[in-house]
């Protein structure tokens, strides 16, 4: 146990070593006082942030468009993540299924590529904008809230589901009036949790033209607007801690 | 006989309510994302997906795209194993000063002002370090520094400072205080303190977040890349806009095993230092 720590321990050294030794940073711009001096004048360009009446209207549908795309692909990822999890899963008091493992490759998948791969991806079918986003999200989040429902699936108590077979009661009924209430805090809880995530995420896609705050933000940059990029800066932080601060207070309430 | 009872479901009434309720609420919400599925459909935007999908296959397996692929990999990780040890460099004193467990004014009851102060302040910085998502600090970066890893590794440094320290600190504050308080009260130094009672006794769980973060900076430095900052990610933001199917197919597949290659590392070593 304890050699097989050092060698563990080695081995991430080395990759540390050797990370450090092929990356070409450009050492310069962390430590020179003219880097240093470059940065503080770009922060300052920042301040102050863009006021206008206009613009402020401007970030606020920025934010709930962002909003939008988190909700709505949060619950797009919830259905589709159900529709997979159901073949995905297999019940101890089952037979073996055959659909398993082809739908957990597909969740795997789903879930390896990242919301924003997903984004310029589906540019090409969806167009620019928010839809191609949502979807995005959609895609993504069904690969990990898939998972966490077959995984819900598979650990549910099987008496009540097997109680209504027993009765003759058709496998859709008994999914829904069974399995699905027994796991339903579960599922309620993990969907909360990836919408709290998606909504981090829809902020940023807009980087790539999927719509959003991430858009504003991406194209007041480009044109080096600087007091409008912070105060697109400032709404996404701000938007971020509000729904930090109120699934919190819901958590709380709920436990 | 008797006729068979009509079977009528008792909730109706409530459950045609909340499917119409329900569509009003999402009604706002698929206009604000211009939710239109059936535009998928449409002639123009079928052509143009099963043209791009029809170039995946055969995926691209020359020699000199697979050399160029391994290299920008390699480039993937070492920006994200750069970018994490940066931010240990960061994340460590700062933790070590927001932690409360360290305080010696707290033995005895309230902490006094000044380092109630300093600790809170620290608290913010971390906070407001995390809150910035990754990629929006590097797109900052890219407009400072230029195009290169360089933005991506201070990127990943800064966000991931912001999580770690946030999290070293809670683990050393969740921690059993009981040789730590006596330490302190017998007139160790604070560093002493940390050394020989929070550090052994939250080593485990201190390396298992980091390399869990590590593996998750894998991850977010694919996606740094879009921006400009180099790697794998940069490499398939190209090929998608030449349309490049074959290309971007061959990425996929390399990130996916990516992924799933560092999931199965951070799982052993996690095991293995645990």
Known sequence: ?255 | MRRAEPIRDPATASRLFSIVAGFALLWPLGIATEFRPWALFESDSIQATVRFLGTFWPIAVDPEFLRLIARETWRTVAMATVGISLALLLAIPLSLVAARVLSLSGLTGKMDPVPFWIRQSVRWVLIVLRSIPELVWALVFVRVVGLGPTAGVLAISLTYAGMLGKVYAEILESADQHSNRTLLRNGSSRMQAFFHSLLPTCAAELTSYTVYRWECAIRSSVVLGFVGAGGLGQEMDNSMKMFAGAEVATMLLVFIGLVALADRASATIRKVLG
């Open chain 1, 1 to 255: 146990m304890r050699t097989q720590a050092w060698g563990v321990l080695t081995a991430l050294l080395c990759l540390v070593i050797a990370s450090f030794a092929t990356i070409d940073l450009q050492w310069q711009a962390f430590w020179s006082a003219e880097a240093v001096a470059s940065m503080g004048r770009f922060l300052g360009e920042f301040v102050p942030p863009e006021t206008s009446p206009e613009f402020i209207q401007k970030v606020i549908v920025g934010a709930w468009e962002t909003l939008a795309m988190s909700v709505l692909g949060t619950l797009l990822a919830a259905l589709l993540g159900m529709l997979l999890a159901i073949p995905g899963s297999q019940n101890r008091a089952e037979a073996r299924t055959w659909t398993r493992t082809p739908v957990q490759w597909v969740l795997n998948a789903l879930r390896a590529i990242p919301e924003l791969v997903w984004a310029s991806l589906l540019l090409i079918s969806a167009g620019l904008g928010p839809f191609a986003g949502t979807l995005a999200l959609a895609l993504h989040t069904a690969g990990v809230l898939g998972r966490l429902y077959a995984e819900a699936l598979e650990n549910a108590p099987t008496g009540p589901a097997m109680a209504l077979k027993a009765q003759g009661v058709g496998s859709g009924r008994v999914f829904f009036y069974a399995t699905l209430p027994t796991i339903l805090p579960q599922v309620m809880s993990y969907t909360l949790y990836r919408w709290e995530n998606n909504i981090r995420a829809a902020a940023i896609l807009g980087v790539v033209g999927a719509g959003g705050l991430g858009q504003l933000l991406a194209f007041h940059l480009s044109l080096f607007q600087m007091h409008k990029t912070a105060s697109v800066l400032l709404g996404m932080i701000g938007m971020v801690a509000c729904v930090d601060a109120l699934s919190q207070q819901l958590r709380k309430r709920l436990t």
